[in-house]
C-alpha cells in the first residue's frame, strides 16, 4: 500500500512535468467545447424545426466528442510510449520493477487526470451547449438522465484515454498506436456506422458503445440506429474493450524485454 | 554483491550471453571488459530485471532485483543507452525517481551537486550534452545512495575532464566499501581504475581474476630483433639458448633474456642488426589475444567451444595469428598509470 501511495505520486510528477500531457488534456477540452458549442449553434439555427427528430439537447451538446476524443487519445498514447521512445521506461521499471504496479500506477494518474479533465469539459460543454440552444431548445441538469449522461461524457473521455493507454502498452511505438486508434475512431467506426449491414457489428466498437452513455433518450431515436443495448449496457462494452485492451498490454510489459 | 549463475540470453539464433558465472564483490572495483558486442549491456540488463534470461540466474544481495521494493537505495545503474525523456527538467526527472522508493527530495539536489549539474537543474536535458546527459544518468544511480553500482560504458562520449572524474569517483564508491561493477570495451581504461577484471568474449567469459594477476600473467616482455639475415640471426640466438618467436613484418621477437645479451651475441658472430629493442606487450595485446580466441574457437566447427576457456592457461599461448584489426601496435598501455592516477 505504502509502496502504491509513492508509485502513484511518482507518476502524478511524472505527468505533469512534461508539456505533451497539458497540451493533450487541453486540447481535449477546448476542441470538444468548441465544436460542442458550434454544433449547438448550427442546429439551433440552420436545422428547421421539423427536421430536428425527436431531439436530444444533451447529446447535442457533445457534438464535439467525436473531436475532442482524438486529442485524449493522443494523451494516453503519449503518457505510455513517451517512456518507449525516449528510453525512459528502462529509468521506469530499475525504479519500479513490480510490472504490474508501475502499469497500474500509471494507468491510474493517466485515467484520473483525463476522468477529471473529461468531466470539466462534459459540465462545460453542457451548459454553454444549453445556453447556445436557448429556452426553446434547451434541458436542464435536473431532468432525468441528464445528469447521467453529462456525467457519462467525462467518464467516456477518461475510458478513451484508458483504451489508449492500453493499446500504447501492447503497441509501445506512438506512429503504431496512433496509426490504428486515429483512423478507427475518426473515419472507421463512422463509415461502418453508415453501412446498412456493417452497422449491426460498429455498433459493438467501443465508441459508438460508449457514446450511448451521453445521450438522455434513446440513441434508436436520436441517430436512427437501432442498439441491442441501453446506455448502461454501451457503457459496459465500452469498460470491456479497455479491460481487453489493458490486459493486452499488461501481458506484453509481463512478458516482454524492456 | 552481484551473482551470475549460468546466466544465458539468446536473441533468436545469437547467443548474446552464454552461461555467465561470476561474483561481483564489495569494496574493490570490478571490470566488465569485453569487445563491442560481447554481451555487456545485455548481461547488465538482465541483472537489473530489464531482460530476462533464457536461462540461469543473475542475482543482487542474494536476490531478484525484480523483488526489491526500493530498488533504487540498493541498487544504482548508469545504462548504455539514455534512459531520460528530454523534456522533463533534470531535477524533476530526479524527483520523480526519489518519488517512486521514498527518497527525500532534498537528496535530489544533492546528487545534482555531487555531479556538478546544479546549474542546468531547471533545464530540459534535450539540451544537454553527452556529458552532462551522462552526469544526469550518474546523479540517478547515486540518487538512493545504494551500496551497489552499476556503470555501463560510462566514459563514452565524456570530456577528458569528465572522464578523470568518473574514474575517480568508481574508485571512491569502491573505497567506501561499496561493489561497483564498470563495463567498457577499452583494456585501457580498465587497466586504469578496475582492481578486478571480468573478461568476457561473444557472451562467454574468458577471465575473472584481479587486475594485478592479469597484469603479471601477460605482460610478457621480450626483445624485438630486425634483421637482414633472419636465417643466420635465429641460428645464432637459437644456440645461444634464446627462445624466439615471429613478431609482425619479419621481426624476430627474443623471450627470457634482455637486449645487452643479445648484442652480444649477434656482435661475436658478426650478424647485421637492424633493430634490438627491449618490448613490454601491452595489455590491449593481450585482451585481443584473449578475445581473438574466442572468435577462433566460434569459428572453427568441432572444436568444443568454450572448453577450458574460463580456466585461463591456455589463453597465454595464443595462436600465432594477429588479432583482428591488424598487428597490434604493442607498450600503448603504461601500467604505472594506474597508480598515477
Ligand atoms: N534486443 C536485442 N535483440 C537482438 N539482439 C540483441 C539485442 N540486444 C543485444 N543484441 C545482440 O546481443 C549481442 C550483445 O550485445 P550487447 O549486450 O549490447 O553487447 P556489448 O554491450 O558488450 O557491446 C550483440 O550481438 C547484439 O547484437
Ligand atoms: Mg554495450
Redesign the interface.
Known amino acids: 500500500m505504502a509502496q502504491l501511495t509513492r508509485v502513484l505520486s511518482s507518476e502524478w510528477t511524472k505527468i505533469k512535468t512534461v508539456r505533451s500531457t497539458v497540451w493533450t488534456l487541453a486540447l481535449t477540452f477546448l476542441t470538444t467545447v468548441v465544436i460542442g458549442v458550434l454544433f449547438c449553434l448550427l442546429v439551433r439555427y440552420l436545422i428547421p424545426a421539423g427536421e430536428r427528430g425527436v431531439f436530444d439537447p444533451t447529446f447535442t451538446s457533445f457534438g464535439g466528442i467525436s473531436m475532442g476524443q482524438l486529442a485524449v487519445i493522443c494523451f494516453g498514447v503519449l503518457v505510455v510510449t513517451s517512456e518507449y521512445s525516449s528510453g525512459m521506461i528502462r529509468a521506469s521499471l530499475s525504479a519500479v520493477p513490480q510490472r504490474g504496479l508501475l502499469m497500474g500506477a500509471k494507468t491510474l494518474v493517466g485515467v484520473g487526470a483525463a476522468l477529471a479533465v473529461g468531466l470539466v469539459t462534459a459540465f462545460v460543454s453542457f451548459f454553454l451547449g444549453q445556453l447556445v440552444l436557448g429556452s426553446e431548445l434547451n434541458t436542464s441538469i435536473g431532468e432525468p438522465g441528464v445528469l447521467r449522461a453529462v456525467i457519462g461524457a467525462g467518464v467516456y473521455l477518461a475510458l478513451m484515454a484508458a483504451l489508449s493507454m492500453g493499446v500504447a502498452w501492447l503497441l509501445r511505438s506512438p506512429m503504431l498506436s496512433f496509426g490504428i486508434l486515429i483512423p478507427l475512431f475518426f473515419l472507421v467506426s463512422g463509415i461502418l456506422g453508415m453501412i446498412p449491414r456493417a452497422r449491426d457489428v460498429a455498433q459493438f466498437l467501443p465508441d459508438q458503445a460508449g457514446s450511448t452513455i451521453m445521450a438522455v433518450g434513446d440513441m434508436g431515436e436520436f441517430g436512427g440506429i437501432d442498439r441491442a443495448y441501453g446506455p448502461w449496457g454501451g457503457l459496459l462494452i465500452m469498460v470491456l474493450w479497455v479491460a481487453a485492451a489493458l490486459a493486452a498490454g499488461y501481458a506484453t510489459l509481463k512478458s516482454r524485454d524492456a | 554483491m552481484i551473482e551470475l549463475t549460468g546466466l544465458t540470453k539468446r536473441y533468436g539464433s545469437t547467443t548474446a550471453v552464454d552461461r555467465l558465472s561470476f561474483t561481483v564483490r564489495p569494496g574493490v572495483v570490478t571490470g566488465f571488459l569485453g569487445p563491442n558486442g560481447a554481451g555487456k549491456s545485455t548481461t547488465m ?1 538482465m541483472i ?5 534470461p533464457t536461462s540461469g540466474d543473475a542475482l543482487v544481495d542474494g536476490t531478484h ?5 526500493e ?2 537505495t540498493r ?1 544504482g ?1 548508469l ?1 548504455e ?9 533534470a531535477y ?2 530526479l ?3 526519489a ?4 527518497i527525500p527530495a532534498r537528496r535530489v539536489d544533492e546528487v545534482l551537486g555531487l555531479v556538478g549539474l546544479t546549474e542546468v537543474a531547471r533545464k530540459r536535458p534535450s539540451g544537454f550534452s553527452l556529458g552532462m546527459g551522462q552526469r544526469l544518468g550518474i546523479a ?1 544511480a547515486l540518487l538512493g545512495d545504494p551500496r551497489i553500482l552499476m556503470f555501463d560504458e560510462p566514459v563514452n562520449g565524456l570530456d577528458p575532464e569528465g572522464i578523470h572524474w568518473i574514474r575517480n569517483l568508481m574508485k571512491q564508491l569502491a573505497a567506501e566499501g561499496r561493489t561497483v561493477f564498470v563495463s567498457s570495451h577499452l583494456m585501457s581504461e580498465m587497466a586504469l581504475t578496475a582492481d578486478h577484471l571480468v573478461v568476457i568474449g561473444k557472451g562467454q567469459l574468458l577471465a575473472d581474476m584481479p587486475m594485478a594477476e592479469f597484469i603479471s600473467q601477460n605482460s610478457r616482455s621480450y626483445v624485438r630483433v630486425r634483421t637482414p639475415e633472419p636465417e643466420r640471426m635465429r641460428d645464432v640466438l637459437t644456440a645461444g639458448g634464446v627462445h624466439l618467436a615471429d613478431g609482425p613484418d619479419g621481426t624476430i621477437e627474443a623471450e627470457g633474456t634482455d637486449a645487452a645479451k643479445i648484442g652480444e651475441l649477434v656482435a661475436a658472430e658478426g650478424v647485421v642488426l637492424h633493430e634490438l629493442s627491449p618490448q613490454q606487450a601491452s595489455l590491449e595485446e593481450a585482451f585481443m589475444r584473449l578475445t581473438a580466441q574466442t572468435v577462433q574457437y566460434q569459428a572453427g566447427p568441432g572444436t568444443a567451444a568454450g572448453a577450458g576457456l574460463a580456466a585461463g592457461p591456455n589463453w597465454q599461448q595464443p595462436p600465432q595469428t594477429t588479432a583482428p584489426g591488424g598487428p597490434v601496435d604493442v607498450s600503448k598501455v603504461d601500467v604505472s598509470q594506474k597508480e598515477g592516477n
Not at chain 2, 537489473?48 to 530476462?52: I, P
Not at chain 2, 543507452?81 to 527538467?89: E, F, K, M
Not at chain 2, 518519488?99 to 521514498?102: A, E, L, T, V
Open positions: 540488463r537489473m530485471g530489464l531482460d530476462k532485483y525484480a523483488k526489491l521494493k530498488p533504487l541498487v545503474a545504462l543507452a539514455r534512459s531520460v525523456q528530454g523534456g522533463r527538467t524533476n526527472h524527483l520523480w525517481l518519488q517512486s522508493n521514498d540517478a
